[in-house]
């Protein structure tokens, strides 16, 4: 693994959204090599400030949905990701399927930890 790795997740309204930051959060307290990228700020960085750190270390995406905006959000200031996680993608192969955008039931910790797994098995491959 690289010295270190950013994650940056998905910020949207969904519950796929919500997956992606709470299994962000969880990598990042478990992993001291993570850091996590704020993607309202990058959106919001119209002055290419935050530029520099975002290229200093490989960015693995975790989308939330099917429009890709992290990665989108990305391309649109340079940056290059070196991994992409879809998270409807991953938990369709699990058969799992979160449905509150804004809290957590036990299907929701569920689908966090499955893409959590995906994140640590990028983080190690």
Same mark, same amino acid.
Not at 101 to 123: A, M, Q, T, W, Y
């Given at each position: ?21 709470? @299994?962000?959060?969880? #990598?990042?307290?478990?992993?001291? !090599?993570? =850091?996590?990228?704020?993607? %309202?700020?990058?959106?919001?960085? *119209? ?13 693995? @995406?975790?989308?939330? #949905?099917?429009?890709?905006?992290? !990665?989108? =959000?990305?391309?649109?200031? %340079?940056?290059?990701?070196?991994? *992409? ?41």
């Amino acid at each position: 693994m690289a010295e270190k790795i950013a994650l940056a997740s998905c910020n949207g309204m969904s519950a796929n959204g919500l997956v992606s930051r709470v @299994a962000v959060g969880d #990598c990042k307290k478990e992993n001291p !090599n993570v =850091i996590s990228i704020c993607m %309202g700020s990058t959106s919001a960085d *119209t002055e290419g400030k935050n530029d520099e750190m975002l290229k200093k270390f490989p960015i693995i @995406a975790i989308n939330g #949905c099917d429009n890709g905006c992290v !990665n989108k =959000i990305l391309s649109n200031r %340079g940056i290059e990701v070196s991994k *992409t996680i879809g998270v409807g993608d991953v938990l369709k192969e699990h058969k799992a399927f979160a449905t509150d955008p804004f809290r957590l039931d036990s299907e929701g910790e569920r689908c966090v930890e499955i893409i959590k797994n995906k994140i640590n098995e990028e983080l190690e491959g």
